[in-house]
Structures are given as C-alpha cells and as structure tokens.
C-alpha cells in the first residue's frame, strides 16, 4: 500500500508556482521522498527526491518539513505542458531487492489553465 | 539519467496470443523492472529483472503469464502469455540508477496493449 496522502486534483494557473501537498506520517528515517509525474499515458518522469534538507533542480524545488511528516512540490512557474498525475513516494534510496521498487498511489492531478 | 526505449510501443492483439515487449536502455544498468498500468489506474509492480538471477515477481503475478528475460545490462524482455482483454493495459519497463545519494528509477516510454 502507499505510505502517502496527496489530494486527487488540484489547479493552477499558467504562470504562476504550484504547490502540491504530499502527507507521509509514517515514513522512517531511511526513507527519501521521491516526486514523478506522468503526462497523458506516458512513461512517469522522475521530478526531484529528497531526504531531510529542501532541494531544488531545474524542475522544481521540494520542501521537507522538519519532521518528515509532510512535503510539497513546487513548480515555481507553472506551464500548460506541467499538466499531468504527480505522485509523491516514500521509498529507501539505496539497496536492492524490493526495497528498491517504487509503489505508485493515485497521486494529484494538476491542471494548468491558461 | 538514462535513456529507455520500449518496442513495439503499442499493439492490437487477438486473445489467446502472447506479445514479447522489448526495452533498451542507452547505458548498463544493474536493475530494470516491469510495470502495468491498467486503464485508469496507477502503476503497479509486476516484476524486478536483475541481470544474471531470475526475475523476483510480486504478489498477482506468475512467471508463467509474464516470463522475463534479462540477457545482459542492456536490455530486457517482457512476454505477456496467452493474453485475455483483462491483460489491456500500458506495460513500462523502468531502470535504476545510483544517484549520488540515493538510487532513482527511470522509466521508457510503454507499450500500449490493447486484447480483443
């Protein structure tokens, strides 16, 4: 079962950040919070992850609470193109077997309207 | 990163059938693994394909109805066996790549499998 909450839908407008909330309350102290997305029907698109520490790249920029209980997304200016399923999973980062292996939620569908 | 293609990248098929899907990958990888995606819903886990071991399958899903091949780091098959319309789905292969702190998965882009 997925360890995260993230609400079903969610808009935006073009050019302006959106911010996609993602609950994971139980997620231990070896785990990364990893973001993807996927456009209509096409292969998911791995955004960003993270441990503890806020990071950014040239996708997007991930906040982490203090406690790890929660984070968000952000796409800083928003595009018709980011329209798409994000899903946020908590996973280990390293090691093999099933470990390894990403475990998919419904995830938000974010709408960019122009 | 890495770059993944997936072949053939949709097929109609007849029941009763079996489709072998491809996936390359452009640089050696340890791990693939093989996904579906039936229509309206998320993606779920049918099997991990280390080079030079069998494949791990999970829980639903029998290396009789999707037996894998993983011949080198490169590539890897997924042969979908004896196909009913319940098996209409996207199959995606993804691969994982140590990152400097943590390993993340890329994925092709699917084969739409469409039973009838």
């Known amino acids: 079962d997925a360890k995260t909450t993230q609400p079903p839908s969610m808009d935006c407008a073009e050019g302006r950040a959106a911010n996609l909330p993602c609950n994971h309350s139980t997620i231990s102290g070896n785990e990364y919070v990893y973001w993807y997305r996927q456009i209509h029907s096409q292969g998911p698109q791995y955004i960003i992850h993270?441990?503890?520490n806020n990071e950014t790249n040239e996708m997007a920029s991930l906040i982490i609470t203090e406690d790890r209980k929660s984070s968000t997304l952000i796409l800083p200016h928003a595009t018709l193109r980011d329209t798409a399923v994000y899903y946020c999973?908590?996973?280990?980062?390293?090691?093999?077997?099933?470990?390894?292996?990403?475990?998919f939620g419904k995830g938000t569908l974010l709408t960019v309207n122009p | 990163s890495a770059v993944i293609s997936q072949k053939p990248s949709r097929d109609i098929c007849q029941r009763g059938t079996s489709l072998t899907i491809q996936c390359q990958v452009d640089s050696q990888v340890t791990m693939m693994f093989w996904y579906r995606q039936q229509p309206g819903q998320s993606l779920t886990l049918i099997a991990t394909a280390n080079q030079g071991s069998e494949a791990t399958y999970e829980s639903g899903f029998v290396i009789d109805k999707f037996p894998i091949s993983r011949p080198n780091l490169t590539f890897s098959t997924l042969t979908v066996s004896n196909m009913s319309p319940e098996d209409s789905s996207i199959y995606l292969c993804?691969?994982?790549?140590?990152?400097?702190?943590?390993?993340?998965?890329?994925f092709g882009p699917g084969t739409r499998l469409t039973v009838l």
């Open positions: 999973i908590v996973r280990e980062g390293t090691g093999g077997g099933s470990n390894y292996k990403l475990t």
């Open positions: 993804s691969v994982g790549v140590a990152g400097g702190f943590a390993d993340t998965q890329y």
């Open positions: 993270g441990l503890k």
